[in-house]
């Protein structure tokens, strides 16, 4: 595959959806074919998985199952043929989203997801993943002012210290793949972070 494959990841309120979209348009207008899409969703199939997955009770395994089913079609629709055809894909979300909310953040046992993203993936890993950073509680304060909270975010801030160290493993375990971001300054401080990885990689 010649593209490239950027994820944004995050706890809820962290400010990647944001970011993503500016990017989108600095690579545009650098000359880049760019395709933004999200997890859970992506496809027809998925946002209808997204669906559920953010308003209906379940249990943590049924959760997981279904994110990855949701993320098989959209590897298989969106993703990989991007890929395939030298375009730089943005993500709002991947697998290391999975392992931060539903086992960090819900309980599931780590080595089922890691066999689920084996079988759902095979070796295909985001290029970059940016990880916005940020405090339970300065999330919290920013999404109070955003939006109807749905299922994840109604959930309480001991749950979101939770994902946070989800991700944290996460970037432990790939330290070259994830770039953190503080994703507590301003906007525009956390743009320059942004471009100053970029740049880093010669992108």
Known sequence: ??????????????GKSTHLDALAQRLRDAGATVECTREPGGTPLAEQVRKLVLHEPMDVMTEALLVFAARCDHI?????????AGHTVLCDRFTDATFAYQGGGRGAP????????????????????IWFDLPAATAAQRRAQAREADRFEQQDLAFFERVRAGYAARAEAAPRRFARIDAS???EAVTQQIDAVLKARAW
């Open 185 to 187: 300054l301003s906007r």
């Open 110 to 129: 780590w080595a089922a997801l890691e066999q689920l993203e084996q079988l759902v993936q095979g070796g295909l890993q985001p290029d970059l993943t």
């Open 1 to 14: 595959m010649t593209g490239r494959f950027i994820t944004f990841e995050g706890i809820d309120g962290a």
């Open 76 to 84: 298989h629709r969106v993703v990989a043929p991007a890929l395939e």
